[in-house]
C-alpha cells in the first residue's frame, strides 16, 4: 500500500532543507511556531504545569487531568523530535489526545536536550519523573493524583526510545510500578547501518523522514556521549527482555524506522513479555503527531487506551 495520499501531498508541500550542517535553535523556534493557540487544542478537564523535584534535578511536567476525579491511572508521555527537537508546547495536543482518550492522568516531562545537555541529562530527566511519581504521586498534594495501580509510559520516535529505556531502566533498580510501555515508532537501535532493517532501504525516501537524515538527526545525541552499542541508547540491544511490561508497539507501513520496533516486539514476545506489534498502512513516521486526525489513524489513541485498559503485567 503506497503512502497515504493526505500525507503525500503535505510532504510534497515542504521546502527544501536548508543548506549547511543543522541549527537547532532555528529548528525549535521553527517547530514552536506551528503550535496552535490555547483555544484551538482539544479541551482537557483541567491542565496545569509545574516542576517536579526529582533525583535529577528540577524538572518541568505539564499534567493533564481528565476528569475531576482525586485519582487516576498515570501515564508518563516522553515527547519526540531526535533527542534535541520538541518540547511540552509542541506535543501538546497529543498529550490532551492521550488523557481523553486514556482518562489517564498524562504526565508529559519538559526533559533536557541534546547538544546543550549530554547524556544521559534527557533520559535520567525522564526516569527520574518515573521514580518521583512512584514515591510521591499518591499524595493529593504532588499535583499528580495516581491511583497507585496503572503507571504507563508512551513515547513518540525518540521519546519511544525513551520510554523503553526507563521501562528497562526501572526493572533494573527494581521499581516494579511500571505496568505498560506505548511506542510510537520508536527509535530503538541507534546504529544506523542501512544493512541491519530492509525498511532502511525500502523506505529511504519520499516518506518524510528519509534514511539518509538519520545520522545528522540524531548526531547531537550521540556526539553528547550517548554509545548506539549502549542498551540504554539503543534498547533493542539489552541483553535481556524478560520482566519488561507489556509493550504495545505501533509502527508505520512507511517509515525508515519500521522494522526495528517490530523486531523489537519479537524479541519482547520471545522473552516472554506481552507485545502487541501494529503496523499502520499507508503510514509514515510521525503520523501520530501529525496525523492522527485522518480517518485510517485516528484509532491509535483508542488502540492505547484499550491496551492499556485491558492489558495486565
Not at 44 to 50: G, R, S
Not at 157 to 178: E, K, P, Q, R, T
Not at 254 to 282: F, I, M, N, W
Request: charged residues 15%; proline residues 8%.
Amino acid at each position: 500500500m503506497a503512502l497515504h495520499p493526505k500525507v503525500a501531498q503535505f510532504i510534497a508541500s515542504l521546502p527544501p532543507a536548508p543548506p549547511g550542517p543543522l541549527n537547532p535553535d532555528a529548528m525549535r523556534a521553527a517547530d514552536e511556531s506551528h503550535v496552535a493557540p490555547l483555544e484551538q487544542r482539544m479541551p482537557v478537564h483541567a491542565v496545569h504545569d509545574q516542576t517536579v523535584p526529582t533525583t535529577a534535578g528540577d524538572v518541568p511536567v505539564r499534567v493533564y487531568k481528565p476528569t475531576a476525579a482525586e485519582s487516576h491511572p498515570v501515564l508518563v508521555y516522553f515527547h519526540g523530535g531526535a533527542f534535541f527537537l520538541g518540547s511540552l508546547n509542541t506535543h501538546d495536543h497529543v498529550a490532551r489526545a492521550l488523557a481523553n482518550a486514556t482518562q489517564c492522568a498524562v504526565v508529559s516531562v519538559g526533559y533536557r536536550l541534546a547538544p546543550e545537555h549530554a547524556f544521559p541529562a534527557g533520559l535520567n530527566d525522564s526516569f527520574a519523573v518515573v521514580e518521583w511519581i512512584e514515591k510521591t504521586g499518591r499524595d493529593p498534594a504532588s499535583g499528580i493524583g495516581w491511583d497507585g495501580q496503572t503507571l504507563a509510559v508512551a513515547g513518540d520516535s525518540s521519546g519511544g526510545n525513551f520510554a523503553a529505556a526507563v521501562a528497562a531502566m526501572a526493572l533494573d533498580a527494581g521499581l516494579n510500578c511500571i505496568t505498560h510501555q506505548v511506542l510510537y515508532y520508536p527509535s530503538l537501535d541507534l546504529d544506523f547501518d542501512v544493512e541491519r532493517y530492509e525498511s532502511l532501504t525500502s523506505n529511504a525516501v519520499g516518506n518524510g523522514l528519509e534514511t539518509a537524515a538519520l545520522k545528522p538527526f540524531n548526531a547531537f545525541y550521540i556526539d553528547s556521549g550517548a554509545d548506539p552499542a549502549d542498551p540504554r541508547v539503543s534498547p533493542i540491544k539489552r541483553n535481556t527482555l524478560s520482566g519488561l511490561p507489556p509493550a504495545l508497539i505501533v509502527t508505520a507501513q512507511c517509515d525508515p524506522l519500521r522494522d526495528e520496533g517490530e523486531l523489537y516486539g519479537h524479541k519482547l514476545k520471545q522473552a516472554g513479555v506481552s507485545a502487541t506489534v501494529h503496523r499502520y498502512e499507508s503510514a509514515a513516521h510521525g503520523f501520530v503527531q501529525y496525523f492522527s486526525w485522518l480517518p485510517e489513524f485516528e484509532g491509535v489513541f483508542a488502540e492505547t487506551a484499550n491496551f492499556i485498559r485491558n492489558t495486565k503485567r
